[in-house]
C-alpha cells in the first residue's frame, strides 16, 4: 500500500537554484495539495488542484508553481529557492474536498 | 480571521495516566474538523473527522469529541506507543475548503 509518495526525501539547494518535487499517489484520489510545515506554524497550503489539468493558489503560493498534468502526479517547482523556502514539505491527497487528506512523509528542504 | 489554537503545546504523561488535548478554532462554515497523528519524520496519520457540534469519535485509547468552539481529543490510559504529536485541522469554505492546521500537541508517554 503505496498510498502518497513523495521524492525526493531530502535535498540542499543553493539560493536561486531551481528544482521540483514530485508527489505520486495511488488511491485514484481526485484532490491533491502541497503544503509546508515550518517549526511553531501549522501546516499551511501552497497549491491545490480539484482535478487532473486543474490547479489553485492556497494561502502561500508565492515563489512557487505547480502542475497536475495526470491524476496521479502533482509536481511542486521552486523557480528560484530563497532560504525562506527552507521547509517540511508535504503532499497530500483525498476523494473529495471534505474526506481525510492523506499525508506522503515529506521531504526536507534545505535552502543556502 | 480562521485559525486553530491547540494546547497545551506538550504534554508528558505517566503511563496509564489519562488526559485530554484541546483544539479550540474560529472558522467561516466549518464543514469539518480532523484530528491527525504525526510521529517524527513522518507525515501526518490520519485519526478522525467530526462534522458536527456534539459527535464523538473512538478509536482504540483515542476519543474525540465536537462542540461549537473546540474539540477534545481524549486519550484513556495511555501507552508509550502513543507518544507522538497530534494535529487539528478545521475544514473552511476559502481556498478551496482549505484545512486550516493547528501547531498541534506533542505527547510523550513515559513508561
Known amino acids: 500500500n503505496a498510498g502518497v509518495t513523495q521524492t525526493p526525501k531530502f535535498r540542499v539547494l543553493k539560493t536561486g537554484q531551481s528544482m521540483t518535487l514530485l508527489c505520486a499517489q495511488d488511491?485514484?484520489?481526485?484532490?491533491m495539495y502541497w503544503y509546508r510545515q515550518d517549526p511553531g506554524m501549522g501546516l499551511r497550503l501552497i497549491h491545490y488542484?480539484?482535478?487532473?489539468?486543474?490547479?489553485a493558489k492556497g494561502e502561500v503560493p508565492d515563489g512557487y508553481n505547480v502542475s497536475r498534468l495526470k491524476k496521479q502526479n502533482f509536481l511542486l517547482g521552486l523557480e528560484s529557492a530563497a532560504p525562506s523556502q527552507t521547509s517540511v514539505y508535504f503532499c497530500?491527497?483525498?476523494?473529495?474536498?471534505?474526506?481525510?487528506?492523506?499525508f506522503g512523509d515529506g521531504t526536507r528542504l534545505s535552502i543556502l | 480571521e480562521d485559525q486553530v489554537t491547540q494546547s497545551p503545546e506538550a504534554l508528558r504523561l505517566q503511563e496509564g495516566e489519562s488526559s485530554s488535548l484541546n483544539c479550540s478554532y474560529t472558522?467561516?462554515?466549518?464543514?469539518?474538523l480532523f484530528w491527525y497523528r504525526q510521529d517524527p519524520g513522518k507525515g501526518p496519520e490520519f485519526l478522525f473527522t467530526?462534522?458536527?457540534a456534539g459527535e464523538e469519535k473512538e478509536k482504540e485509547r483515542l476519543k474525540a469529541t465536537l462542540t461549537k468552539k473546540e474539540s477534545f481529543l481524549h486519550i484513556t490510559a495511555p501507552k508509550p506507543e502513543d507518544s507522538a504529536t497530534y494535529l487539528c485541522?478545521?475544514?473552511?469554505?476559502?481556498?478551496?475548503?482549505?484545512?486550516?492546521f493547528g501547531t498541534g500537541t506533542s505527547l510523550t508517554v513515559i513508561p
Open positions: 472558522v467561516s462554515g466549518l464543514r469539518g
Open positions: 467530526l462534522y458536527s
Open positions: 488511491m485514484n484520489h481526485e484532490y
Open positions: 488542484s480539484v482535478g487532473e489539468g486543474t490547479t
Open positions: 497530500a491527497s483525498s476523494y473529495s474536498s471534505n474526506q481525510p487528506q492523506h
Open positions: 485541522a478545521v475544514q473552511g469554505n476559502k481556498y478551496g475548503n482549505q484545512f486550516y
